[in-house]
């Protein structure tokens, strides 16, 4: 399920749900930031959980979300979401060792688009989305 809230025939919030009866999980969400004092992102939850409830809907898991993004913590818990640590482990089969790695989420990648202009970070997006996707 897709869930878009609009002001003036122009998007400002959207989120994805997936639905396996009377479970579902939240799989992304975005919001246009130069409307966020609309928190469109808040009716989209709450009209998706709407819906989803009208559906039999009994369980509505919110998903993964990296222990630095401290945003998208506060808005997942401000709906009452259950938060838990989840361990995440790999093996490198060549040495026959446990491996760590820092948590990528937050890098170096979303400071620089961050700062960068939104034409030339849509321009990039489009551009290294077909490779990666």
Request: aromatic share 12%; with cysteine; glycine share 6%.
């Amino acid at each position: 399920m897709v869930v878009i809230a609009s002001c003036q025939n122009r998007p400002v919030a959207a989120s994805v749900y997936f639905q396996l009866g009377a479970r579902a999980i939240y799989k992304f969400g975005a919001s246009d930031e130069s409307f966020q004092q609309l928190r469109g992102a808040n009716l989209v939850m709450w009209e998706a959980i709407k819906r989803l409830a009208r559906d039999g809907v009994k369980t509505l898991n919110l998903g993964r979300t990296s222990i630095d993004n401290e945003g998208l913590r506060r808005f997942k818990l401000n709906w009452c979401a259950q938060e838990y640590k989840i361990e995440y482990v790999k093996y490198d089969l060549c040495r026959d060792i446990f491996v760590t790695e820092a948590d990528a989420a937050m890098g170096w990648h979303n400071r620089m688009f961050r700062a960068l202009p939104i034409g030339i970070s849509r321009m990039i997006g489009a551009t290294l989305y077909r490779h990666m996707a």
